[in-house]
Every structure is written in C-alpha cells, then in structure tokens.
C-alpha cells in the first residue's frame, strides 16, 4: 500500500454562473520517502491540490469527488478536529511566501513553542529544547537569539528556514511544499533547495513539490507529474520525462527553457494562455494551443477537439494524448510477431 493513494480527485468552485474546474479526475500515489513534483504554469490547479491534501481549501472550494487515502485510510470527509490532530503530525506543508504563513506578532520562538505543545505533551523547557535543536538542524545560526526575534526582523530566507524548520518540528511523513524557493532571491533558493533535499532523505519524509521551475524540480524530485488545466497530462521518473518529453505541453515547457534556446535567438515560447478553469476546453484541454492539433494535411484533428485522451503507457511514463497513442499503436502493428505466436 502507498502512503498516499489519491483517485479521481475532482475539486471545483461553485460561481453565481457555473463553476471553476481546478482539478479533475487526478490520480496519483506516493511511497514512503519518494519526492514528487508537480509542474505546471500559474492556474494549472497546482496549488488547490495541494491545499485539498492537507484539507485546507479556501471557501467556497469543494472537493465533489474522489478519494485522497493516507495510510489507507480515508481523509476526505474527516472531521477538523482529527484534521489538527493530523496536520503537521503527520502531512505538514511549507507555502510560497514565508512572512505570511509566519505570525508577525509573535516572535519565532513562540510560534515554534506553541506548535509544539499544541501537539506534545511536553513542558517548556523541553519544547523549547526540541525548536533549538531542528533551528540547527535548519541551520539557523545562533537559534537561542532567534527565539526572541518577530519575523519582520529576519530576511526572506531565514524566514523560509523558520517554516521549514516548523514543517519538520512534529517529524512529518509527508511535506506539501508550495512553491517554496518562489519567494527568495535567486541566491538562496538553492541553500534552500539542498536543506530539502538533505531533510527529506535523512529523515525518510515523502515530499510533494508544486513549483514551476523544473531545474527544482529535477534536483529534488523522483517522479513528476505535469498537469494542464486541473489534469495531468504526464507522469513518470523525473529525468526520463525531462529527457524524453511525450507529451506536446511537456516538450514546450522544455523547449520554453533559456538554457534550450540557441544564443542571440528568442526563446521558444508557448502560444497562447493557460484556459481559465470555468471555461476548460473539449476533448484535449491542450487543443487550442497544441502544435499537432492539426492533420498532415492541415485539417484539426477531432479527436483532439471531442474526447478527453486516455493515458498511454511509454516505457514508464504515462501520456494522455491521442497522437501519442496512435504513433505507439503503429509501432506496435508494425512489430514482428513474437516467437510464441509464430
Ligand atoms: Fe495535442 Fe491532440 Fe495530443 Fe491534445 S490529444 S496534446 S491536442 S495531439
């Protein structure tokens, strides 16, 4: 059994005329001590799915479908108080911006103590032994005087340190983190990068990372899932799908990435505009946008336009796109027949 089994998860919100779509019929699972990431542009539905896994999707979202089980057991429909007895314990997530997820009114010392024995029973001075030792284990210097600092007095990475620092505080299986370097100059995001990466293997802790950066991702991450307008379109073993992209969205994220473009040329960017999630496209969602939309003889394909694809297994990726079941289905056709049915 997979630590985290997610099936058919559909998540929508409800508009005075009709509905935002922000994620659909979504399957995945997660073992113990893998990393995945998930990828897509800005209103792909990344975000939403992360928050539905830690039951914190913002009014009037709902999730009106599907079946998101931890440890086999059935999370979706719990109550709140068994959702607080769970959140941090055991799935813990670190957002995109660390001041706002930080109380500015009380200082990191507090927060972090609170945390604590909200969870624990231990007394003060243990709890407090526990925040200093994962401050260091975040690699805050000097943690006893950080203790008595407010969040406005620290920089953009340490404040990031502190999240992190507060994910790992309860000894989490599983770490949603959104986004978590978007926030931070360049020239911390890859400390904070590498203190995930290191945290996360030490401690056998499962990491779902939603980012748009697949250099991030590729550093941190086992497996990938890409997803289009609230769907995944293509997952498998991260460098096999960065480096034998199937999927038409996925091959122009890659091609859209400066180090792909030749010098002195503009970057191969993708046409068009994620679609807005009331308003998702027929059949393919990618159609309007995709560059095999159209037939070798320039008419658009109606597949595309009429039916959502199903996935195709490739090697160890899945793809949900037509063309590509269609060039595999020929490639099989065309393929001797095996010894045993000669
Ligand atoms: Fe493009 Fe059709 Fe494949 Fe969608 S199913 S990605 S429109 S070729």
């Known amino acids: 059994m997979a630590l985290l089994e997610v099936d058919n998860l559909d998540v929508r919100f409800p508009l005075r005329h009709g509905e935002i779509q922000a994620v659909r019929d ?13 990828v897509g542009e800005s209103g792909a539905g990344k975000s939403v799915l992360g928050f539905s896994l830690v039951n914190l999707l913002a009014a009037p979202g709902r999730i009106i479908g599907g079946s998101i089980r931890f440890e086999g057991r059935e999370l979706i429909g719990l109550p709140e108080h068994r959702w607080r007895h769970l959140r941090g314990r055991r799935i813990a997530m670190i957002f995109q911006d660390p ?12 927060q972090m103590i609170e ?103 590729n550093q941190l991450t086992h497996r990938l899932m890409i997803m ?12 096999q799908l960065l480096n034998d992209p199937q999927h038409p969205y996925t091959q122009a994220l890659i091609n859209a990435l400066p180090e792909m473009t030749p010098p002195r040329q503009p970057l191969q960017q993708l046409p068009g505009a994620m679609p807005s999630l009331s308003a998702v496209p027929t059949g393919c969602a990618f159609h309007p946008r995709c560059p095999y939309r159209l037939d070798a003889l320039g008419q658009p394909r109606q597949v595309c336009i009429d039916t959502p694809p199903d996935f195709t297994d490739v090697a160890d990726t899945q793809v949900a796109c037509h063309v590509v079941r269609e060039l595999i289905a020929t490639t099989q056709d065309s393929m001797p027949f095996d010894e045993e049915t000669t």
């Open 99 to 110: 001041r706002a997820t930080l109380n500015p009114v009380l200082t990191i010392g507090a």
């Open 26 to 38: 979504l399957s995945f699972t997660l073992e113990r001590g893998e990393r995945l990431g998930i």
């Open 115 to 217: 945390t604590v024995r909200a969870h624990r029973r231990l007394g003060g001075r243990s709890a407090r032994a526990m925040v200093l030792r994962t401050l260091e284990q975040v690699r805050i210097d000097d943690p006893e005087s950080r203790l008595a600092q407010y969040p406005h007095e620290l920089s953009g990475g340490l404040c990031q340190r502190v999240v992190i620092a507060i994910a790992l505080l309860l000894d989490p299986d599983i770490i949603v983190a959104d986004e978590p370097t978007t926030s931070l100059d360049v020239t911390i995001q890859a400390d904070i990068v590498n203190l995930l990466l290191t945290l996360c293997q030490q401690r056998s802790i499962s990491l779902i990372l939603i980012s748009h950066d697949l250099g991030v991702v």
């Open 228 to 239: 289009y307008a609230g769907a995944i379109v293509e997952q498998g073993p991260t460098r």
